[in-house]
C-alpha cells in the first residue's frame, strides 16, 4: 500500500526504508510545522549545563536533534523510543530507551529511583498533564521546558495518491485538512492517538503500539486477515 504519513517537515527520515521493510510505500503530509524558541533550549542547556537535573526526559526526535549537539555534560538521559534515541546517540550521548513508546512509561521505568529527583524535559509546547502528574505522584520533581511549538500549517493534505493514511499523533490529526474518501485506509500510530481520532468521529481501522513498526505490523495482520496480503 501507498501510505501518507503526517510528519513535521524533515521527520520523516527513515519512513520509507521502515515500510519497505513491510512491503509498502509511504510519503509525508504535513498538517503540522514546528516553531523552534531558541530563548528556552538555551534556558533548558544552561539548567542541564549547571547541574539542574538528575535525569532528562525526550519526549521526541525532534528536542533530541536540537539539544544534543548543544550538551557539554548531562545526567541520565531517557529517550521515549529508538529514533529519539538514535537522534541522541549521533551525539555520543549515552542514553536509556523506553521499553514503550508512550511517556506513561517513563515514570515505571525509573521505578523508586524516581522519588527527590529533578526531570528536566525538553518538548513540545503541548500539555501532558498525565506526565507531569505521574512524575510528582512518584515524588519527583518535574521541569518542562516548551522548546518548541506546532502550528497548524493550514495546508490540505494531498492524499490522492494514497492508499492509506498515518496519524502520528492526536494533535496532526485535530489540526489536519483532510477530506476522507471512500478505500482511503485510516489507521493511528496508537491508542491516544486513536482515542483523539474516534473523538472527532474517524474509526480507525489500524491502531499500532506508538510506533511506525508496530503500526506496520497491525497493518499487514489486517490485510492478511482479509485476504488482502501484500
Request: proline share 7%.
Amino acid at each position: 500500500m501507498k501510505i501518507a504519513v503526517t510528519r513535521l517537515a524533515g521527520k520523516e527520515k527513515s519512513d520509507a526504508a521502515r515500510c519497505a521493510e513491510f512491503g509498502h510505500s509511504c510519503y509525508s503530509v504535513h498538517p503540522l510545522r514546528s516553531e523552534i524558541r531558541q530563548q528556552e533550549i538555551t534556558a533548558f542547556v544552561d539548567a542541564v549545563h549547571s547541574g539542574a537535573f538528575d535525569c532528562l526526559f525526550f519526549t521526541s526526535a525532534l528536542p533530541a536533534k536540537i539539544i544534543a549537539p548543544l550538551l557539554k555534560r548531562y545526567p541520565r538521559v531517557i529517550a521515549i523510543g529508538p529514533q529519539t534515541a538514535g537522534e541522541l546517540r549521533q551525539f555520543h550521548i549515552g542514553c536509556e530507551t523506553l521499553p514503550g513508546f508512550y511517556s506513561r512509561d517513563f515514570v515505571p521505568f525509573l521505578g523508586e529511583w524516581i522519588r527527590g529527583k529533578h526531570i528536566g524535559i525538553p518538548r513540545a509546547d503541548v500539555p501532558n498533564p498525565a506526565l507531569i502528574e505521574s512524575i510528582s505522584a512518584a515524588g519527583g520533581i518535574a521541569h518542562e521546558f516548551r522548546c518548541y511549538g506546532l502550528e497548524p500549517t493550514g495546508d490540505p493534505l494531498d492524499l490522492q495518491p494514497a492508499d492509506a493514511i498515518l496519524f502520528t499523533s492526536a494533535m496532526s490529526y485535530a489540526k489536519a485538512e483532510w477530506i476522507p474518501r471512500p478505500g482511503l485506509l485510516v489507521m493511528a500510530i496508537g491508542d491516544i492517538t486513536a482515542a483523539a481520532m474516534r473523538k472527532g468521529g474517524t474509526d480507525p481501522a489500524v491502531v499500532g503500539d506508538g510506533s511506525l513498526e508496530g503500526t506496520l505490523k497491525a497493518l499487514n495482520n489486517r490485510l492478511a486477515s482479509t485476504g488482502n496480503a501484500r
